[in-house]
């Protein structure tokens, strides 16, 4: 953990601003938003990435259990975006922060540009020092364009700023070797790049969100490899964010970051949703692009073209077991690419420069 840390996405879940009866606890959003004003005062630029929106709706408005699934989520979080951007907007005009409502969906970074236009949006807010509230529009969301939950929010956007930390505040203490309610079983306090966590965590969701400890490690695992730090820690815990974030107190999981990605390479790994189609590669290709040296994706390499695309467009690379090696930015379209396959000495489909390996 680093004491350089300026920039920093925090993520606060549902059942941390939630009671059981699925009301905003207000004391604890009070107590988060003054250790935000404290990072503040000491000169950090954080974004608040909040859940909560669709539990405050349901503690409001009570609906038939046979209506429709999507649209009781989109009601609830109509009704409860208010009311949390209301509180949120009191409890840091309190601090004298202005704070900003950022609604978005998945289709916001369907490409490079509307991705900048995004960046140059939270940057103008961090400019003219407002505070950036962030949340998924569930009105107009649609089940396939979905995030998994905030933490893929939170993990692109930690991307696309370039912070140099992400923190994700649940209501549990970290990642355990096993079920936390078993003495038997311990904290990691920290993960390492290698480090295997799937026999740990058991895949389940949260009372109130979407995503469970699988979704949360996974993200963590993702923003970590693109060079920033991740703290995963209990957001019930008093001055949880400034101990984590101002006395660098050992609290939680943390992820450690890996060696910095590039601008392009942390666009690319959040674009699967939006790949056009796919490319099967051989053994051989598979071998070289995850190697630890710079290979980009030749013809040679290739085996079959799956769907059709364009020069621009994103499209997966998969192995011949359909699981997907990575994500790139295609050179030309899948026409010539089929023209190609196989073939020595040509132009790479996809440059290692375009290239994201998972």
Same mark, same amino acid.
């Given at each position: 953990m680093e004491n350089t840390t300026k920039k920093i996405v925090i993520k606060i879940g549902s059942n941390v601003l939630t009671q059981a009866n699925g009301l905003l606890d207000l004391q604890r959003m009070?107590?988060?938003v003054a250790q935000v004003?404290?990072?503040q005062q000491a000169g950090r630029q954080v974004v608040l990435v909040s859940s909560g929106a669709v539990a405050a709706g349901r503690g409001i408005v009570q609906l038939p259990e046979k209506a429709e699934a999507i649209a009781k989520r989109q009601v609830w979080a109509a009704v409860g975006q208010v009311q949390l951007m209301q509180v949120y907007s009191r409890l840091f005009a309190q601090h004298q922060i202005t704070c900003s409502q950022v609604l978005v969906t998945k289709e916001d970074f369907r490409d490079r540009q509307h991705y900048i236009n995004m960046k140059n949006c939270f940057t103008a807010l961090w400019q003219h020092d407002v505070l950036p509230i962030v949340n998924e529009n569930d009105v107009v969301a649609v089940?396939?364009?979905?995030?998994?939950?905030?933490? @893929?929010? /939170?993990?692109?956007?930690?991307?696309?700023?370039?912070?140099n930390t992400l923190c994700i505040l649940t209501n549990v203490e970290g990642i355990y070797t096993g079920n936390p309610a078993e003495s038997t079983s311990h904290l990691l306090t920290e993960i390492s790049p290698s480090m295997d966590l799937s026999k740990y965590i058991v895949a389940q969701k949260s009372n109130f969100g979407r995503g469970g400890m699988l979704t949360k490690a996974n993200i963590a695992r993702k923003v970590a490899k693109l060079g920033i730090g991740v703290h995963l820690a209990n957001g019930k815990k008093e001055n949880i964010l400034t101990d984590l974030l101002l006395q660098q107190a050992a609290i939680g999981t943390y992820f450690h970051p890996t060696k910095k990605a590039d601008k392009i390479k942390k666009w690319l790994a959040y674009t699967d949703g939006f790949a056009k189609a796919s490319v099967v590669v051989n @053994?051989? /290709?598979k071998t070289a692009l995850l190697s630890d040296k710079a290979y980009s994706l030749l013809p040679v390499g290739i085996?079959?073209?799956e769907g059709e695309f364009e020069k621009g467009d994103i499209i997966k690379i998969i192995d011949t077991q359909q699981q997907v090696i990575g994500l790139g930015m295609a050179q030309y379209s899948a026409a010539k690419a089929t023209e190609k396959i196989g073939q020595k000495q040509q132009k790479p489909l996809v440059h290692y420069d375009y290239l994201f390996l998972v």
């Amino acid at each position: 953990m680093e004491n350089t840390t300026k920039k920093i996405v925090i993520k606060i879940g549902s059942n941390v601003l939630t009671q059981a009866n699925g009301l905003l606890d207000l004391q604890r959003m009070e107590s988060l938003v003054a250790q935000v004003a404290a990072l503040q005062q000491a000169g950090r630029q954080v974004v608040l990435v909040s859940s909560g929106a669709v539990a405050a709706g349901r503690g409001i408005v009570q609906l038939p259990e046979k209506a429709e699934a999507i649209a009781k989520r989109q009601v609830w979080a109509a009704v409860g975006q208010v009311q949390l951007m209301q509180v949120y907007s009191r409890l840091f005009a309190q601090h004298q922060i202005t704070c900003s409502q950022v609604l978005v969906t998945k289709e916001d970074f369907r490409d490079r540009q509307h991705y900048i236009n995004m960046k140059n949006c939270f940057t103008a807010l961090w400019q003219h020092d407002v505070l950036p509230i962030v949340n998924e529009n569930d009105v107009v969301a649609v089940t396939e364009l979905m995030f998994t939950d905030n933490d @893929e929010l /939170a993990g692109l956007i930690a991307a696309m700023l370039d912070v140099n930390t992400l923190c994700i505040l649940t209501n549990v203490e970290g990642i355990y070797t096993g079920n936390p309610a078993e003495s038997t079983s311990h904290l990691l306090t920290e993960i390492s790049p290698s480090m295997d966590l799937s026999k740990y965590i058991v895949a389940q969701k949260s009372n109130f969100g979407r995503g469970g400890m699988l979704t949360k490690a996974n993200i963590a695992r993702k923003v970590a490899k693109l060079g920033i730090g991740v703290h995963l820690a209990n957001g019930k815990k008093e001055n949880i964010l400034t101990d984590l974030l101002l006395q660098q107190a050992a609290i939680g999981t943390y992820f450690h970051p890996t060696k910095k990605a590039d601008k392009i390479k942390k666009w690319l790994a959040y674009t699967d949703g939006f790949a056009k189609a796919s490319v099967v590669v051989n @053994e051989g /290709a598979k071998t070289a692009l995850l190697s630890d040296k710079a290979y980009s994706l030749l013809p040679v390499g290739i085996v079959k073209i799956e769907g059709e695309f364009e020069k621009g467009d994103i499209i997966k690379i998969i192995d011949t077991q359909q699981q997907v090696i990575g994500l790139g930015m295609a050179q030309y379209s899948a026409a010539k690419a089929t023209e190609k396959i196989g073939q020595k000495q040509q132009k790479p489909l996809v440059h290692y420069d375009y290239l994201f390996l998972v």
